[in-house]
């Protein structure tokens, strides 16, 4: 299983607890998810995330087919990270790390994601085409709309 790892960080001129209280509410990651990929909570997984927290979704992320992903939130030390894994969804693997660290004149914020694709030979050929460029595409706009919210 080839797993990859895709690496994102980013300067906020807000303070940590603002940072996770935006990052941590379940309900903000709809925000800064591309429109075209319908993302939709189907649960009720509360306002604030916790270790052992359930999050569902619904996403359409290729040709408006919608795909069902569940979440676990697998680890959490406030304010300075968590950690969501996928247990259902399009990935066969699938971990990611929010990290928030404080700076003088704001916060810096990393996401570290690991990830495996399924159907072996054609999941890599599909990764080399299409998926590295989508998930890059969605952090990309993650990014630009993070700046419009926060500068």
């Known amino acids: 299983m080839k797993i990859y790892r895709h690496f994102e960080e980013q300067k906020l001129p807000v303070s940590i607890q603002e940072a996770w209280d935006f990052f941590s509410s379940p309900g903000n990651l ?3 998810t591309p429109p075209e990929m319908k993302f939709i909570i189907t649960n009720d997984p509360g306002k604030n995330i916790y270790s052992g927290q359930v999050i569902t979704y619904k996403v359409r992320p290729v040709f408006n087919i919608p795909i069902n992903w569940v979440t676990i939130i697998s680890a959490v030390e406030k304010p300075y990270y968590f950690i969501d894994e996928q247990k259902f969804g399009p990935y066969k693997f699938w971990h990611h790390r929010h990290t928030f660290k404080e700076l003088s004149d704001g916060v810096l914020m990393k996401d570290e994601v690991y990830y495996a694709l399924p159907a072996g030979v054609l ?4 990764h080399r085409f299409f998926i590295k460029k989508k998930i ?3 952090f990309s706009f993650r990014k630009e ?4 919210m926060f500068l």
């Open 30 to 32: 709809s925000k800064i």
């Open 123 to 126: 999941g890599r050929m599909m």
């Open 136 to 138: 890059e595409e969605i």
């Open 145 to 148: 709309t993070l700046k419009k």
